[in-house]
């Protein structure tokens, strides 16, 4: 999906090189209507990459039970809105922070960068692929009712949880962060100006502010290991 985004088709030549075994297979025989169904789906179409798993099993579903290319075709472009903002809520703007903020505590905690980043890479990874495995079964199963095998998701108070944690390991990592650092660093004017100004950002505009946050919160073990080296 990811590897052949471009901005003419977005993940569309993704999606149908993942669909093409099960379109080989619905059309075994018939190389005119295999070839339609391919060019259909390499129409733009754009989602959250680890939920087009959804969308490949869903509508290779309606190729195989004879749905009209139209009703695909509309199908398909109402599959791109939830697709796209159940992903980006759950796993942009839940899983991957939360990944991320638990190897920052790790890190202020064990001193370990490798520990740290190897704890997040498979964190986040087994999260990503149960993900990419559950939307591919259950595309298949659902085929039309793609919305409500999403409302009905094992995950969907994950969203609100996430949210919660999340802001609880900025607090413990700013902690932490300061209290790993000495005294003399903490006093510099401009530690204090940064932190009132993301501070600020944050109150203001709160999605941005937690970008400003986790980016300050990243950057802070290497900046720190420059001011104490």
Request: proline fraction near 5%; glycine fraction near 10%; aromatic fraction near 10%.
């Amino acid at each position: 999906m990811q590897g052949s985004w471009n901005y003419r088709t977005l993940v569309a030549g993704g999606l149908t090189n993942a669909m093409l075994p099960l379109l080989r297979r619905i059309y075994a025989g018939d190389p005119v209507r295999l070839a339609a169904a391919v060019s259909r789906h390499l129409e733009p179409f754009n989602a959250h990459p680890y939920l087009c798993a959804m969308a490949v099993t869903a509508l290779a579903r309606l190729e195989a039970t004879g749905v009209s290319p139209e009703r695909i075709m509309r199908f398909r472009t109402a599959l791109r809105a939830p697709l796209g903002a159940v992903g980006d809520e759950l796993v942009w703007a839940g899983w991957r922070p939360f990944c991320a903020l638990l190897a920052i505590v790790l890190f202020t905690l064990e001193g370990s960068p490798w520990v740290a980043t190897l704890f997040f890479l498979l964190l986040y990874n087994v999260g990503h692929v149960y993900l990419r495995g559950w939307a591919f079964r259950r595309g298949w199963s659902a085929g039309f009712d793609v919305g409500k095998a999403l409302q009905e998701a094992p995950w969907n108070g994950a969203t609100h949880w996430l949210t919660v944690l999340n802001a609880s390991l900025v607090g413990a990592a700013v902690v932490l962060v300061a209290w790993s650092t000495p005294a003399t660093t903490l006093l510099r004017w401009e530690v204090v100006l940064a932190l009132v100004a993301a501070a600020a950002v944050g109150y203001a505009r709160p999605g941005l502010g937690e970008r400003v946050a986790a980016t300050l919160l990243i950057a802070a073990p290497v900046v720190l290991l420059f001011l104490g080296g």
